[in-house]
């Protein structure tokens, strides 16, 4: 079995099952928007990732009371039409020992139409329906960061961010584009589920060229 598929009890030996799973979302057109839990450069295992059953309830942004239908490999939401962003901190607990523990936090966020970001962590359009994205940490550019592009046709690429926090998504087709970026912070954190000296924070945004 791949590392990436270990059971949570495991992780306290196999950080890197956590870190290789992202959240992201899609949505088409005025549609409901999905959400999924899964490794968005590979083909979503039939029945979804051996993990989803770990994604409970991601909170939107803005607030929202709208429900969240538990379907096959993802949860579906009715949302307002323009760009959804959804964060989660309870995917998985917290790992390791003593005052060393780590934890995950994801941020997730589909469509372009707005320039600004909203969440703690955002990769975020230049300029509304712009091919250059800026990766925004606690409303500051990050820059020299590693940030994974993933084609419609599940090619990937990885490119860093420039002095600006800004990099340029290499179009090649039409269709549904995912880039992530994932950064570790080490302080003291409060997480939902408890506090962690180590935080991973992961950031996905999709969107979709005609």
């Known amino acids: 079995m791949s590392i990436r598929y270990l059971a949570p009890l495991f992780l306290a030996c196999a950080a890197p099952a956590v870190q290789a799973h992202e959240v992201w979302i899609e949505r088409d057109a005025s549609g409901p928007a999905r959400i999924y839990l899964g490794e968005p450069a590979e083909a979503l295992p039939v029945g979804g990732d051996p993990e ?9 942004v803005p607030a929202s009371k709208a429900v969240l239908a ?22 998985f607990a917290p790992w390791g ?7 995950v936090a994801y941020y997730a966020r589909a469509g372009r139409s707005e320039a600004r970001a909203v969440m703690p962590m955002e990769l975020t359009p230049v300029t509304a329906g712009s091919d250059r994205f800026v990766l925004v940490r606690d409303g500051q550019p990050v820059k020299d960061t590693q940030i994974t592009v993933v084609s419609p046709e599940k090619w990937s690429k990885s490119v860093k961010t420039d002095a600006d926090g800004a990099v340029a998504v290499p179009i090649r087709e039409k269709g549904r ?16 589920l408890g506090p ?15």
């Open 70 to 91: 538990r379907k096959t490999g993802y949860l579906e939401v009715a949302v307002p039409s323009g760009d959804v962003r959804a964060h989660d901190d309870t995917v």
């Open 177 to 192: 584009y995912l880039i992530s970026a994932t950064l570790k912070d080490e302080g003291k954190f409060d997480t939902t």
């Open 52 to 60: 989803f059953e770990h994604l409970k309830a991601p909170k939107l």
């Open 196 to 210: 962690v000296s180590v935080l991973h924070r992961v950031a996905t945004t999709t969107f979709v060229v005609d």
């Open 97 to 103: 020992t003593g005052t060393k523990k780590e934890g």
